[in-house]
């Protein structure tokens, strides 16, 4: 069984140094590391889905609340909507993901087409901050400032998992948020 005290050391937590893209860039590693075993049949599934959800969660909230609105002040104005963009990526990710919290048998069809929503919008969401956002910061943000907004994100990601953020209520409010301020169409 996993815990939320190893959640905190895996991702963004095993990486060394406070380099916001490289802590970035653990977690989307995580992140993949966690689909792979919710798509085995010989995964523990319920404990990647936990896992998952906890760590999607905060590090969406730590991105948005730490590095995100530096990011906008410090790149060329004409760049501002890719991290505008994000947001709605994130919200996306988290509609996916509560659907996916709500199927209760991990080993049923419905959970498995549910995880290729989820798959997709994550996966597109990871490679495009990757070229598009993440690539802003290493033109635009210089290195001391990058390990500041570094340490930042991982204070933020550290609170989040403290709270088990994951879990389907946490989702549910998130994404009525999001819909309440009109970052998902419907
Ligand atoms: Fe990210
Ligand atoms: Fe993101």
């Given at each position: 069984m996993s815990t939320t005290d190893d959640l905190t050391r895996?991702?963004?937590?095993?990486?060394?140094?406070?380099d916001v893209v490289d802590l970035i860039l653990g977690d989307h590693a995580e992140f993949e590391r966690l689909l792979r075993i919710l798509r085995?049949?010989?995964?523990?599934r319920a404990t990647a889905l936990g896992d998952l959800a906890d760590l999607l969660v905060a590090h969406a909230e730590a991105e948005e609340a730490e590095v995100y609105p530096t990011l906008r002040s410090e790149v060329p104005d004409d760049e501002e909507g890719e991290i505008a963009h994000g947001r709605e990526e994130h919200a996306e990710g988290h509609e996916e993901l509560l659907a996916l919290l709500e199927?209760?048998?991990?080993?049923s069809e419905e959970f498995s087409e549910q995880l290729e929503e989820v798959s997709e919008v994550v996966m597109h969401h990871l490679d495009e901050e990757e070229r598009e956002v993440l690539n802003l910061a290493r033109a635009h943000v210089p290195d001391q400032r990058r390990a500041e907004l570094g340490r930042a994100f991982m204070s933020a990601r550290a609170k989040q998992l403290a709270s088990n953020p994951g879990n389907v209520d946490n989702v549910r409010r998130l994404v009525e948020q999001a819909r309440d301020e009109g970052l998902l169409d419907d």
């Open positions: 895996r991702g963004a937590g095993a990486i060394d140094g406070d085995s049949d010989d995964g523990d199927i209760d048998d991990v080993d």
